[in-house]
């Protein structure tokens, strides 16, 4: 079957300009997760959505992020006022009830954000 | 805060020597996985282990995970160069569910 998405795969933005990241999880799974990751370096967590529940977003790095999750699929985060340090690849991944459990993640293949 | 140290940071090796790479907490994990990441692409499930002292084996990839579920080592035996890439280790912990990821072990294998 299909496995994450994530649109743009690149995005080329000036500074101060607002970006909206689009995440298509599997079909099913009720998990989704956004992660940073800048150059060379490991993931930095983001914000959680689960099923109904209200999202984790505690890894939000300032206000100038926010994301939602609409009828508990496609995701999109979006970023205010973009700066040059927001630069990095944004992945999203998803997981499903059986997965949440043992904590598995499916990830997309990233959308690399780049502001110049 | 709960964390999860890989060690190694970066290794690079010739093509047919073993390594060994290690994840350690001092928090308890339910399950934890380890993925691999390719530049360019997202990070790919390679395997979740469960139980205390538990060993799973993927081709040349040996898994561990502690008696106490508190870390976890791979072994990765006879290194090819397609074994090159990034090694995450991600921990959810017992205590909350929270999905914890190390910061990576960079491997580079040299033909």
């Known amino acids: 079957g299909a496995g994450v998405s994530q649109s743009p795969s690149n995005k080329v933005t000036e500074k101060g300009k607002d970006v909206e990241l689009r995440c298509d999880p599997i079909s099913g799974h009720t998990a989704l997760y956004w992660y940073r990751q800048s150059l060379g370096q490991g993931l930095e967590f983001l914000i959680y959505f689960q099923g109904n529940s209200a999202p984790d977003k505690s890894g939000l790095p300032s206000d100038r992020f926010s994301a939602e999750r609409t009828g508990g699929s496609v995701s999109t985060l979006t970023i205010q006022r973009t700066q040059q340090e927001d630069s990095a690849v944004y992945l999203c991944?998803?997981?499903?009830?059986?997965?949440?459990?043992?904590?598995?993640?499916?990830f997309g293949p990233g959308t690399r954000l780049t502001v110049t | 805060t709960q964390l999860l140290e890989q060690s190694p940071q970066f290794l690079s090796i010739q093509e047919g020597e073993n390594l060994t790479v290690y994840c350690n907490s001092s928090?308890?994990?339910?399950?934890l996985q380890w993925y691999r990441q390719e530049p360019g692409e997202g990070p790919v499930l390679l395997v979740t282990v469960v139980t205390g002292g538990e060993v799973k084996k993927l081709k040349r990839l040996t898994f561990q995970f502690g008696d106490a579920r508190k870390d976890s080592s791979l072994h990765i035996t006879a290194a090819q160069p397609g074994d090159t890439g990034l090694y995450l280790c991600a921990g959810q912990a017992d205590r909350d569910d929270k999905i914890i990821f190390g910061k990576g072990t960079r491997l580079h294998i040299l033909p």
């Open positions: 928090s308890v994990f339910s399950s």
């Open positions: 991944a998803s997981s499903g009830a059986r997965d949440r459990v043992s904590g598995e993640q499916y």
